[in-house]
Protein backbone atom coordinates (compact mmCIF):
# COMPACT_ATOMS: atom_id res chain seq x y z
CA UNK A 1 0.00 0.00 0.00
CA UNK A 2 1.45 3.59 -0.96
CA UNK A 3 0.25 6.76 1.11
CA UNK A 4 -0.03 10.04 -0.12
CA UNK A 5 0.62 13.54 2.32
CA UNK A 6 -0.08 16.25 0.67
CA UNK A 7 0.78 19.83 2.58
CA UNK A 8 1.35 23.08 1.32
CA UNK A 9 -2.39 24.24 0.43
CA UNK A 10 -4.08 28.06 1.72
CA UNK A 11 -5.77 31.20 0.80
CA UNK A 12 -3.82 33.68 -1.34
CA UNK A 13 -4.55 36.56 -3.26
CA UNK A 14 -5.27 36.55 -6.99
CA UNK A 15 -1.33 36.83 -8.39
CA UNK A 16 0.26 35.05 -5.58
CA UNK A 17 2.14 31.79 -5.12
CA UNK A 18 1.65 28.72 -3.31
CA UNK A 19 3.77 25.64 -3.19
CA UNK A 20 2.35 22.22 -2.93
CA UNK A 21 3.91 19.20 -1.20
CA UNK A 22 2.97 15.39 -1.66
CA UNK A 23 5.18 12.44 -0.39
CA UNK A 24 4.75 8.82 -0.65
CA UNK A 25 5.26 6.29 1.96
CA UNK A 26 4.24 2.55 2.77
CA UNK A 27 5.11 -0.62 1.03
CA UNK A 28 5.76 -0.72 -2.39
CA UNK A 29 8.65 -1.49 -5.23
CA UNK A 30 8.23 1.44 -7.30
CA UNK A 31 6.93 4.18 -8.01
CA UNK A 32 5.90 5.36 -11.71
CA UNK A 33 4.30 8.29 -12.37
CA UNK A 34 3.12 11.13 -10.08
CA UNK A 35 1.11 14.07 -10.61
CA UNK A 36 -1.80 16.56 -9.57
CA UNK A 37 -5.17 16.67 -9.98
CA UNK A 38 -7.85 19.15 -8.94
CA UNK A 39 -11.27 19.49 -8.71
CA UNK A 40 -13.57 22.76 -8.11
CA UNK A 41 -17.07 22.13 -6.69
CA UNK A 42 -19.28 21.36 -9.25
CA UNK A 43 -16.98 20.12 -11.37
CA UNK A 44 -14.97 16.65 -11.97
CA UNK A 45 -11.77 15.94 -11.31
CA UNK A 46 -8.95 17.28 -13.70
CA UNK A 47 -4.98 16.92 -14.70
CA UNK A 48 -2.67 19.31 -13.41
CA UNK A 49 0.51 18.10 -14.00
CA UNK A 50 1.93 14.94 -14.28
CA UNK A 51 5.45 13.66 -13.73
CA UNK A 52 7.43 10.70 -15.13
CA UNK A 53 10.82 11.59 -16.40
CA UNK A 54 8.94 13.95 -18.70
CA UNK A 55 6.07 16.83 -17.56
CA UNK A 56 2.61 17.27 -18.79
CA UNK A 57 0.36 20.29 -18.24
CA UNK A 58 -3.22 21.01 -18.63
CA UNK A 59 -3.37 24.46 -20.85
CA UNK A 60 -4.84 26.70 -17.83
CA UNK A 61 -1.64 26.35 -15.96
CA UNK A 62 1.26 26.07 -18.65
CA UNK A 63 3.96 28.74 -17.98
CA UNK A 64 2.38 29.64 -14.20
CA UNK A 65 2.66 26.07 -12.43
CA UNK A 66 6.00 23.85 -12.28
CA UNK A 67 5.79 20.09 -11.18
CA UNK A 68 8.77 18.85 -10.01
CA UNK A 69 10.15 15.45 -7.99
CA UNK A 70 12.59 14.80 -5.51
CA UNK A 71 13.22 10.49 -6.64
CA UNK A 72 15.34 10.07 -3.44
CA UNK A 73 12.19 10.69 -0.97
CA UNK A 74 9.68 9.62 -3.38
CA UNK A 75 8.13 13.32 -3.36
CA UNK A 76 6.72 15.83 -5.94
CA UNK A 77 6.02 19.80 -5.64
CA UNK A 78 3.98 21.94 -7.45
CA UNK A 79 5.21 25.52 -7.83
CA UNK A 80 1.78 27.55 -8.57
CA UNK A 81 2.75 31.22 -9.22
CA UNK A 82 0.00 34.03 -11.02
CA UNK A 83 -2.74 31.81 -9.00
CA UNK A 84 -5.97 32.89 -10.34
CA UNK A 85 -9.51 32.69 -9.10
CA UNK A 86 -10.13 29.69 -10.94
CA UNK A 87 -7.41 27.86 -9.87
CA UNK A 88 -9.51 27.50 -6.65
CA UNK A 89 -10.15 23.43 -5.86
CA UNK A 90 -9.06 20.85 -3.73
CA UNK A 91 -5.53 19.60 -5.08
CA UNK A 92 -5.29 15.51 -5.08
CA UNK A 93 -1.80 14.37 -5.15
CA UNK A 94 -1.69 10.74 -7.42
CA UNK A 95 0.82 8.16 -7.96
CA UNK A 96 1.17 5.24 -9.97
CA UNK A 97 3.08 2.35 -7.86
CA UNK A 98 3.63 -1.03 -7.99
CA UNK A 99 3.30 -2.88 -4.58
CA UNK A 100 2.59 -6.63 -6.10
CA UNK A 101 -0.12 -4.83 -8.88
CA UNK A 102 -0.07 -1.84 -10.54
CA UNK A 103 -2.68 1.02 -9.23
CA UNK A 104 -3.20 3.85 -8.48
CA UNK A 105 -2.90 5.54 -5.23
CA UNK A 106 -4.67 9.61 -4.05
CA UNK A 107 -3.61 11.83 -1.44
CA UNK A 108 -6.66 13.47 0.76
CA UNK A 109 -6.58 16.63 -0.83
CA UNK A 110 -5.64 20.38 0.17
CA UNK A 111 -7.60 23.55 -0.35
CA UNK A 112 -5.99 26.12 -2.33
CA UNK A 113 -8.56 29.26 -2.21
CA UNK A 114 -7.34 32.48 -4.68
CA UNK A 115 -9.08 35.36 -3.85
CA UNK A 116 -9.97 38.02 -6.08
Known amino acids: QVQLAESGGGLVQAGGSLRLSCAASGSFFRINAMGWYRQAPGNTRELVAT?????NYADSVKGRFTISRDYTKNTIYLQMNSLKPEDTAIYYCNARADSGAWRDYWGQGTQVTVSS
Open 51 to 55: IAGRT
